[in-house]
């Protein structure tokens, strides 16, 4: 399975492991989103190399629940994946999941340059353990 955390100038990405137990980030993709540029091509070889079945996109949800621009790009995204590779993709609730990634890279006293580059492969890996850990 694969967890993405949708931004609009990069993805982060996670793997669950072969048993769908746990997360880890990945990587991050650098997209455009003002450019249209979503990093289709990146992620095809992401999704072929590591056989994922499974697409866990981050929705991210105002706190009283409905869906605001990010959330819509977030659920375009989706779309977007599963008409280009067929995998299924899962929207899954993300409300505070960066806040969480923040404050466990604080607590590690990462600094601001370093916490900038796994911020977002740690927020895809969080979403993903919550809908494995949903699952299990």
């Not at 949800?61 to 995998?87: C, W």
Request: proline letters at 2%; a negative charge; glycine letters at 10%.
């Amino acid at each position: 399975m694969m967890g993405l955390d949708v931004g609009s100038k990069t993805v982060g990405v996670a793997l669950s492991d072969a048993f769908g137990w746990t997360a880890q980030g990945l990587t991050t993709i650098a997209i455009n989103e003002a450019e249209g540029e979503y990093g289709f091509s990146e992620m095809e070889k992401l999704i072929k190399e590591n056989e994922v079945s499974t697409i866990v996109v981050g929705l991210p949800k105002n706190m009283n629940g409905t869906i605001g621009p990010r959330g819509e790009a977030s659920q375009f995204y989706a779309d977007e994946l599963h008409k280009r590779f067929g995998v299924p993709v899962v929207l899954w609730d993300e409300r505070l999941t960066t806040v969480a990634a923040e404050r466990v890279l604080l607590e590690a006293d990462m600094s601001r340059k370093k916490r900038k580059k796994v911020i977002d492969k740690m927020a895809a890996a969080m979403i993903l353990q919550g809908y494995l850990d949903s699952k299990n």
